[in-house]
């Protein structure tokens, strides 16, 4: 079964640190581009950051560039997000999610920039 | 990278089809046909039902049809539903790495 179970949320003071975690399972991770998206309580979807699958391709969101950075360790199946100078509009539930990769009408096998599997997410509060 | 510009929301009768609108700009939405679309219901995770425009992953009912017009993308439910009753987004690759979400369409089935 593919799986992508986070962790690492919490409760922190702003501008403190937090490190979230992305375990997966059930597939080839190192095959896949996977991405961080977070909701704040009743509001909407905003994709934070995406990796590609060997890292040599990362994005942020305007909103947290330069305070995070995403990062994977292929090798242990894993995703992170450090999360540093944490504010209060920060707060939110994190997702994590896998690339969406499909084969084309060529037979390819390819990135089609979506988001297919999704994990449960974990809750990072930030207040004092 | 500000948010696509969605319905708040939008309302039909089973048996219905209804439109959801998804507007970028020509940086977004426009450039690429990229855009892909999300159900999430109360307290759960999204879940991808359109991907590169109108594509549809295996296991999505072929009630769910998408579109691109302009910086316009769409996203229609036909044979409307009570299970449909969700909140919708879009999402468009927008270039160098970066995503942008719509701001999300309530979807009630009367």
């Known amino acids: 079964e593919v799986q992508l179970v986070e962790s690492g949320g919490g409760l922190v003071q702003p501008g403190r640190s937090l490190r979230l975690s992305c375990a997966a399972s059930?597939?080839?991770?190192?095959?896949?581009?996977m991405h961080w998206v977070r909701q704040a309580p009743g509001k909407g979807l905003e994709w934070v950051s995406g990796?590609?699958?060997?890292?040599?391709?990362?994005g942020y969101a305007d909103s947290v560039k330069g305070r995070f950075t995403i990062s994977r360790d292929n090798a242990k199946n894993s995703l992170y997000l450090q999360m540093n100078s944490l504010r209060a509009e920060d707060t939110a539930l994190y997702y994590c999610?896998?690339?969406?990769?499909?084969?084309?009408?060529?037979?390819?096998?390819?990135?089609?920039?979506?988001?297919?599997?999704w994990g449960q997410g974990t809750t990072v509060t930030v207040s004092s | 990278q500000s948010a696509l510009t969605q319905p708040a929301s939008v309302s039909g009768s089973p048996g219905q089809s209804i439109t959801i609108s998804c507007t970028g700009t020509?940086?977004?939405?426009?450039?690429?046909?990229?855009v892909s679309w999300y159900q999430q219901h109360p307290g759960k995770a999204p879940k991808l039902m359109i991907y590169?425009?109108?594509k549809r992953p295996s296991g999505v009912s072929n009630r769910f049809s998408g579109s691109k017009s302009g910086n316009t993308a769409s996203l229609t439910i036909s044979g409307l539903q009570a299970e449909d009753e969700a909140d919708y987004y879009c999402?468009?690759?927008?270039?160098?790495?970066?995503?942008?979400f719509g701001t999300g369409t309530k979807v009630t089935v009367l």
């Open positions: 999610a896998k690339g969406a990769y499909y084969y084309d009408s060529s037979g390819y096998y390819r990135d089609v920039y979506g988001m297919d599997v």
């Open positions: 059930g597939f080839t991770f190192d095959d896949y581009a």
């Open positions: 990796i590609s699958w060997n890292s040599g391709s990362i």
């Open positions: 020509s940086s977004d939405v426009g450039s690429y046909n990229l």
């Open positions: 590169e425009v109108s």
């Open positions: 999402c468009s690759y927008a270039g160098s790495s970066l995503y942008v």
